[in-house]
């Protein structure tokens, strides 16, 4: 009857979780090792906010993933716990669980898990500065009545419930909660609400699909980003351009400063760099207008979830 006990086991961990997702979006793919539990996506909200993995017991992941940013930083490029700056701007996390690839320019780093290790281990440089305090950290979290409980809730089958790899898929799990889509743009392609958009937004999405513009073709898809890993789609894989990722659009009013070095301040700018030519080598320069750019602006603007 082993069988029995194992399907009616596997039924509970899946009857524990029920995606709500927004209109017009499909299941993001989840690990077989790290199903989905409300546990522990409540388990790794509060670890995500966990100061303590941090080398100087402040720098948690929410630091440069701030939920009122659409969980990037608002800088342009990050510091470590060591002090050391960061290559790269921080991404926003909203929907992360649908990209095929993470990271600015790292093709091969394909799940959140696998992710994970640079913030929290990473040495070159150093962002949390994890790597040597392992057993530290676990032992401290071990030994408060509210983590051990957690963990044990979580990780119900695991003899020893706090280690690195249940945190690791314990945060993974509250990060493919992090779904983005109730904008503006949504509630006029999927609710059919014709007047979510204003006419600025709707000539700015003409412009921006158009092919003298040409933006829709890298800027594809749910999340602008190219395509979406998710259940029932193909086996998708991530844009790269000039070694660099197409970086998806949802909430892109909230996330300045932009590009992989944070170094354009505003959307404008953004759309002043696309004018002059952008990333296309030789450049090709658009020549908009003032008003096109204020369309393809205010188009930008209706990809914000409230
Ligand atoms: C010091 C700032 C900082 C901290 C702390 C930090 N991150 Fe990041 N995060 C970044 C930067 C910068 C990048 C871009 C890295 C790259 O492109 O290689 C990034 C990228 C990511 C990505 C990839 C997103 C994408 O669109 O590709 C995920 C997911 C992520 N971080 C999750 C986390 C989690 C989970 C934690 C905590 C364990 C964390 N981060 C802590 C700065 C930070
Ligand atoms: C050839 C593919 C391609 C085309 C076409 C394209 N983009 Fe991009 N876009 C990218 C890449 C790659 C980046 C990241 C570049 C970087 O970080 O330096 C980017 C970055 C952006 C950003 C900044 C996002 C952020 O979070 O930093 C915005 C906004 C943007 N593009 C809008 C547009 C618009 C509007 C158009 C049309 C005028 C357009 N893109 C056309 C590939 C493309």
Redesign the pocket.
Known sequence: MLWLALLLASAAQAADWAWSLPPGFPVPVVPADNPMSASKVALGRRLFSEGRLAADGQLACVACHRPELAY?QGQPLPQGAAGQTLPF?A??LANVAYLPAYG?ASPTVTTLEAQMRTPLLGEHPVEMGLAGRESQVLALLRAEAGYARDFAAAFPDDAQPVSLDNLIRAIAAYERTLVSGRSAFDRYVFDAELKALTPAAKRGMG??YSER???????AGLN?SGPVRAVGHELAQA????G??????RN?AL??????????PT?RA??D???RG???RPLRP?R?SAREKAD?QA??ASLSDP
């Open positions: 990037t701007n991404p926003t600015w412009l921006f513009l040409g933006c829709g073709e890298c800027h602008f844009v790269f351009v000039r660099l990722r197409v970086p998806g659009l892109v996330t300045a400063p932009y590009l992989h070095d944070g170094s354009l959307l953004v759309i760099f696309y004018d952008g990333h296309q658009l908009l393809l188009f930008l």
